[in-house]
């Protein structure tokens, strides 16, 4: 075991098997959470729009999912359980995973 962190995988499809509307849901709730980062929120002439590497949107197998690390739950406790919470609220599935590092 190497000690990463878990990861949480919200995958934006319903209980009836549908795409979870609206279809921009997930850079949506990401763009709430993107102040929510290491060294926190950036401000002045460097802020630019990004999301947090906490709470970010990915598309797996063609479905829209937002991957939340647990490292959110020690920077702020409340904003993992928002994340956490909206999943639960929207019966969305969570599943514990990895991403995998680009250029496989």
């Given at each position: 075991?190497?000690?990463k962190?878990?990861?949480?995988?919200?995958?934006g499809?319903t209980?009836?098997?549908?795409?979870?509307?609206?279809?921009?849901?997930?850079?949506?709730?990401?763009?709430?959470?993107?102040?929510?980062?290491?060294?926190?929120?950036?401000?002045g002439r460097?802020?630019?729009?990004?999301?947090?590497?906490?709470?970010?949107p990915?598309?797996?197998g063609?479905?829209?999912?937002v991957v939340?690390?647990?490292?959110?739950?020690?920077?702020?406790p409340m904003?993992?359980?928002?994340?956490?919470?909206?999943?639960r609220d929207?019966?969305?599935?969570?599943?514990?995973?990895?991403?995998l590092?680009?250029g496989r």
């Amino acid at each position: 075991m190497s000690g990463k962190p878990r990861e949480f995988f919200i995958h934006g499809i319903t209980a009836a098997g549908r795409p979870f509307r609206p279809s921009d849901w997930a850079e949506r709730l990401c763009g709430v959470m993107a102040c929510y980062r290491p060294g926190g929120p950036v401000t002045g002439r460097d802020a630019h729009l990004g999301y947090s590497p906490y709470v970010r949107p990915m598309v797996v197998g063609n479905v829209k999912c937002v991957v939340v690390d647990e490292r959110l739950k020690d920077l702020e406790p409340m904003a993992f359980n928002f994340v956490m919470n909206f999943a639960r609220d929207n019966e969305l599935p969570v599943t514990e995973g990895c991403t995998l590092p680009d250029g496989r």
